[in-house]
């Protein structure tokens, strides 16, 4: 691209600020948006920006535009292919003339108000699917899985300060699992209080889903399904083995004051927390399941954020409508406070409670610890507390930490990976910069989930009459925090490009070793339904483990003539177990109440899977 060209491609910016509306409506925490904003404030191109997901559409062009404006740096400099993808992502999240655009999918529309106020918005539709194919050599043959998702979007803008979306969808989808074995809620005969309701139950374990990489697939229906053809109450499902029909809505109104320092929020939408890189975070995680909750952002300044957030918790339909509600009625709330050193050091803390509902103002007002102030209250509530650090030198790459905490003994702070009463997750990252390569970067990070971190025992609560309230850290039956389970760690070495104006591409490695959860050398502590905490562990050497070796290659593509995005995803998944003696296993874990369960088959299986997952966008 010549001079003349970046020259016109900043004038057109410059007038798209001022005939286009800016709108507060959130953009999805997966666009790809956030992966060249990430790469931008790497560079030292944008002011930092805050560590709380999704940001506004308003929001994303205005950092957009500060980094086409930013001067020329010794180090991560944009090239003019990089201004061109850059330009062109500017395009997305601005608004377009009234009427139908079919490019788009979608009607605008413009309505002005008696006394100089306006309504805007647009109606739009759009249609995803994602195709994924499998052969495992432990059963022999191929599995197939597909989500085909179509929606139905309404959002605007009234006046400059308010905007709101709703987006329906409904879908047809697959995803085949298979029964392991039965997990061991307690790991022992355990008496409590209430002897018959503090025990030791069996709850069957699930493989990941066949036709997908492991811990890749994340659900979009909401609450439940119906197998094909079978639409009545009592067919109703809560996973898609088979062929089944579903709906999923997102819904959400935003406001900003004070010259946009403040943005309050209120809606059904996903959400990342304290991430140092996309869908890294330990607190509240891309690949979370959305919740109904009111945030909110205060930005100041580019050195001082404060967040919070506080919303009601789904209940997973796992045994009906009815059965699981009774024990999960869970809220909860979050605050963040970010500081920033120019952009060399970035540090965000706070704190996180999950609480069985009730109108408790404490957790309430944004205003008040949440972590201090359970001591107020009384113990019924979930507790937890995390902090992230990053350095980075702009334009060359940066390190980070973070570190979650759910439950710690401070006098036995000596033994935090000897003692199960330990529960903590743990995150070093390093993301560099590749230079003369358009947006290319490589990130390399060890996560580790200690034993029980994002569970909790049940909980008796005095507004609850004698129903035990399950209190872990899960929405929906999926964590909040990090996509592995607990007694988990993982090495992950991922490398991004985007070797042309509309085209992505991505190499990743994993390594993700995790506590048995089914059979009889099961680990205590190594699923999200574990309950209490009593024993000591040693990863590795404690019981059965499972190996992943994932090595995938994939990327998209996108078209200029056609509104369709093309993107899949080809590589091997190879898993297989370690495991000790039975007089080994007998010195970490006493025998359970209800006796050793041999694994399903006899033993723990090896595997080898192939797998392709090829999709497509149509006006999204």
């Known amino acids: 691209m010549r001079r003349s060209g970046i020259v016109s491609i900043l004038a057109f910016l410059f007038l798209c600020g001022n005939l286009f509306a800016q709108t507060h409506v959130s953009v999805p925490v997966d666009h790809s948006i956030y992966y060249l904003l990430n790469q931008a404030e790497v560079r030292g191109l944008c002011i930092p920006l805050p560590a709380v997901k999704p940001y506004t559409r308003g ?54 108000g008696k006394k100089g106020g306006y309504f805007s918005g647009d109606v739009g539709v759009s249609l995803e699917s994602l195709n994924s194919a499998a052969y495992r050599t432990e059963y022999g ?42 997990f061991d809620t307690y790991p022992s005969n355990w008496e409590y209080v209430l002897p018959d309701k503090y025990e030791d139950h069996r709850v069957n374990t699930y493989s990941q889903p066949l036709a997908y990489f492991p811990f890749s697939y994340q659900k979009k229906w909401d609450g439940f399904m119906f197998p094909l053809g079978k639409v009545s109450a ?37 959400r990342e927390w304290g991430a140092m890189a996309p869908g890294s975070s330990l607190v509240l995680n891309a690949a979370a399941r959305p919740f109904v909750g009111v945030e909110m952002i205060f930005n100041p300044a580019p050195w001082i954020s404060f967040s919070s957030l506080t919303g009601g918790l789904e209940f997973y339909n796992g045994e009906g409508i009815k059965e699981p509600a009774l024990s999960f009625q869970n809220a909860f709330s979050i605050q963040q406070l970010e500081l920033n050193y120019k952009n060399y050091v970035h540090v965000d803390f706070g704190s996180t409670a999950i609480w069985p509902k009730r109108l408790e103002f404490g957790y309430l007002f944004p205003l008040i610890d949440n972590f201090l102030f359970q001591n107020f209250i009384g113990d019924f509530d979930n507790m937890a507390v995390f902090i992230n650090i990053k350095g980075q030198y702009p334009g060359l790459g940066s390190l980070w930490f973070s570190f979650f905490v ?28 590749i230079p003369w390569l358009p947006f290319a970067s490589f990130t390399l990070s060890y996560t580790k989930v ?29 964590s909040m925090g990090y996509y592995l389970p607990p007694n988990s760690d993982e090495i992950k070495l991922r490398f991004d490009i985007r070797p042309w104006l509309r085209t992505a591409g991505y190499f990743q490695y994993q390594l993700i070793r995790h506590g048995a959860d089914y059979g009889s050398h099961q680990v205590d502590g ?78 723990y299986l090896k595997s080898t899977a192939f797998i392709l997952t090829i999709g497509f966008r149509i006006f999204k």
């Open 59 to 112: 929001r994303i062009v205005e950092a957009i535009d500060e980094i086409l404006a930013s001067e020329p740096r010794r180090f991560g400099s944009l090239t003019d292919a990089e201004r061109a993808i850059l330009a062109e992502a500017r395009e997305e999240f601005t608004k377009g003339e009234k009427g139908l655009d079919l490019k788009n999918g979608m009607y605008r529309f413009d309505v002005e």
């Open 141 to 182: 043959k191929a599995f197939f899985g597909t989500d085909i998702w179509g929606t139905v979007s309404l959002k605007g803008d009234v006046g400059e300060n308010f905007s709101f979306n709703v987006d329906f969808s409904g879908g047809f989808l697959m995803a085949e699992r298979k029964i392991l074995g039965e």
């Open 234 to 270: 009592g067919n109703m499902i809560s996973w898609p083995d088979g062929f089944s029909m579903g709906t999923g809505m997102m819904a959400e109104m935003a406001g900003s004051a004070f010259d946009d320092m403040l943005l309050v929020r209120a809606g059904r939408i996903r």
């Open 406 to 433: 759910d439950e710690m003994e401070v006098s036995s702070l000596s033994k935090a990976f000897e003692k199960d009463r330990h529960m903590f997750a743990f995150q070093f990252g390093l993301q560099g910069v």
């Open 450 to 478: 200690e034993p029980y971190n994002y569970t909790h025992s049940k909980v008796l609560t005095p507004w609850y009459s004698d129903n035990l309230m399950e209190t872990a850290y899960v929405n929906n039956g999926v």
């Open 526 to 603: 190594s699923s999200l339904v574990s309950e209490h905490p009593i024993y000591i562990k040693n990863f590795l050497n404690d019981g059965a483990y499972q190996w992943m070796h994932i090595i995938k290659i994939g990327g998209e593509q996108k078209f200029s003539s056609f509104p369709i995005t093309v993107y899949g995803e080809a590589g091997i998944a190879y898993s297989y177990f370690t495991d000790i003696s039975d007089a080994e296993y007998a010195r970490y874990n006493p025998p359970s109440s209800l006796g050793s369960l041999p694994p399903a088959g006899g033993n």
